[in-house]
């Protein structure tokens, strides 16, 4: 899509430096948007289909999808075998739980340390963070579209409390400085001694902060299509819109002239139609009236390195081309490596040769799911109009009108001994239903979702070791989703650990159970993370059950 379209050209009112940052922020737009609508159109559809509208078609011209037209007369049911498949995926991908395991990146006692404690230290990040609320959300985006992200943040908004921080003061020339104005090697800027005490006239507030995970989908990260892998990406752009207060609070003074925007892609008009849609048609393509008077678009734009930036950049800017944020170098590196990372990682289903972008079953189900409509509308088309009867009045015999209501009553005048005859209608064809069938078993066979998945009893099987160990079994067809899954939570992992050494500054306190069953207080503080490296247990992601465990130590014994 031509830049003009979304974006107009850069604000003749802009500084040099900024008029820079907005060319670099539109340059990797328009890069990567090309020929994205390819998959935005099928995620768009996936999800259609699974709420229930599923009689659309899809115009080239506009690119966009329409309710088919289609006489009045002709039915349209929907039995959503496609909304029953993907509960059942969802549920084995979201049950998905990882087992952590950390070992010490140097031979160092801090980083032994760590590595004991790091199970500790992820249990306060999932804790504060909703992880596992935002992983629930990604194992949506996963099923319905093939693709989804979570992305770490530090939040430092009011509402995650504040706590004061003491000034110091220098004994040897009696300088007064705030904890923001003491050097990293704490002695006093002036002087150079490091013989300091607190000096409470000093003090400054600071946002305690917390570190947060959320779900992203994938109409709003934009890559390299031709990179593979997140991590060798040279930048990521994440568009989003926000309400324009939440803007203005989170940025303060950068933002204090900061005015809405009605800029409109095709994937904000997707998102802004699936808050909106419901399975009967609700809801509209983009927004509209007051609500579009009220919302900015965020460019967010991570960037590795650049020949501009060699050292990276972090990069805000909002639709109205206002820079809200300029960090450079990059920010988001490890400590130890200084290696740069991005805080948002990609989760596949099924991988793709040569793209970045996975697939997911339900893009095969769709073409099956469009056919049992069309059986089942061909079916109801049939009983309408020759499984009915047929009333065979002949020329002229008067009748009363003949409505088909039970009991009726048919009074008619004979002529010449005729009267009306009754004509029985014709029996559906045996092969529809025998189609639909067939359809039903094709849809499981593609999923791979079978009874003993859905919780019914697999014929002749009855012991329930054996039941729980056909269900593991049964999730083998999962193995390259939970083998995907368990790379990008180490991922997520490392970068979690990483953000919160550098960003929790205040210790978080937790209950830990003792070995003899009672409870110990501990401090978690970020800065006594050493280097560590964490990696998810392999196999751990499968869902086991403890019947199958049995099962399996009594066939070893």
């Given at each position: ?87 059942v995926i969802r549920s084995a991908v979201a049950q998905v739980t990882p087992a952590f395991d950390a070992v010490p990146a140097q031979e160092t006692e801090q980083s032994i340390l760590t590595a004991n404690a790091a199970d500790r230290y992820l249990d306060v990040i999932i804790q504060e963070s909703g992880f596992r609320s935002a992983r629930r959300r990604m194992a949506s985006w996963i099923t319905l579209t093939g693709n989804g992200f979570l992305m770490t943040e530090f939040d430092t908004g009011p509402d995650t409390g504040s706590a ?394």
């Amino acid at each position: 899509m031509p830049r003009h379209d979304f974006i107009r050209s850069v604000r003749e009112d802009a500084t040099e430096p900024d008029k820079k940052i907005i060319e670099l922020v539109l340059d990797y737009y328009d890069r990567y948007k090309k020929r994205r609508w390819v998959f935005e159109r099928d995620w768009y559809r996936n999800i259609l289909f699974y709420i229930g509208q599923q009689w659309i078609i899809f115009e080239e011209g506009s690119r966009r999808w329409r309710v088919r037209n289609l006489p009045h007369w002709v039915p349209t049911p929907v039995t959503n075998r496609l909304a029953s498949t993907v509960n059942v995926i969802r549920s084995a991908v979201a049950q998905v739980t990882p087992a952590f395991d950390a070992v010490p990146a140097q031979e160092t006692e801090q980083s032994i340390l760590t590595a004991n404690a790091a199970d500790r230290y992820l249990d306060v990040i999932i804790q504060e963070s909703g992880f596992r609320s935002a992983r629930r959300r990604m194992a949506s985006w996963i099923t319905l579209t093939g693709n989804g992200f979570l992305m770490t943040e530090f939040d430092t908004g009011p509402d995650t409390g504040s706590a004061q921080i003491p000034g110091e003061r220098c004994r040897e020339c009696g300088n007064v400085m705030t904890a923001a104005e003491l050097p990293e090697n704490l002695s006093c800027p002036k002087c150079g001694s490091q013989d300091l005490e607190d000096a409470p006239e000093a003090s400054m507030t600071v946002a305690q902060g917390r570190i947060r995970v959320s779900a992203k989908s994938p109409f709003e990260v934009y890559v390299d299509n031709n990179v593979q892998e997140m991590e060798d990406q040279q930048a990521v752009l994440v568009i989003e819109q926000r309400h324009i207060d939440m803007v203005k609070q989170a940025y303060g003074e950068k933002a204090a002239d900061l005015q809405p925007d009605d800029l409109t892609d095709q994937s904000i008009n997707y998102l802004s139609s699936l808050a909106h849609m419901t399975g009967s048609g609700g809801g509209s393509v983009g927004r509209t009236g007051e609500e579009e008077q009220q919302v900015v678009t965020l460019f967010r734009l991570y960037i590795k390195t650049h020949k501009d930036y060699p050292e990276g950049a972090y990069l805000v800017m909002s639709g109205d081309q206002t820079i809200l944020e300029n960090t450079v170098p990059y920010p988001f590196r490890r400590k130890f490596t200084k290696r740069a990372y991005f805080p948002i990682v990609h989760i596949r289903y099924d991988d793709v040769p040569g793209r970045f972008w996975a697939k997911t079953p339900i893009d095969d189900l769709i073409s099956k799911q469009r056919q049992r409509n069309e059986v089942e509308s061909l079916w109801q088309t049939i009983l309408m109009r020759t499984a009915n009867p047929v009333w065979l009045l002949p020329t002229g015999v008067q009748a009363s009108p003949i409505t088909g209501d039970p009991g009726l009553a048919l009074r008619y005048t004979p002529i010449g001994g005729q009267k009306p005859e009754r004509l029985e209608g014709a029996e559906a064809p045996a092969s529809v239903p025998a189609m639909l069938q067939q359809i039903d078993q094709d849809f499981e066979e593609i999923a791979n979702t079978f009874a003993v998945l859905k919780g019914k009893n697999p014929g002749s099987v009855r012991a329930a070791s054996a039941i729980q160990m056909l269900i593991e079994r049964g999730f083998g067809r999962y193995g390259s989703v939970f083998d995907n899954m368990e790379e990008a939570y180490e991922l997520w992992a490392i970068g979690a650990l990483e953000m919160w050494r550098e960003k929790a500054i205040f210790p978080r306190v937790q209950a830990v159970a003792k070995e003899a069953g009672s409870w110990q207080f501990m401090e978690f503080l970020g800065s006594d993370i050493g280097e560590v490296d964490i990696r998810v247990e392999a196999g751990s992601t499968r869902p086991k059950s403890q019947a199958g465990r049995q099962m399996l130590l009594n066939q070893l014994f």
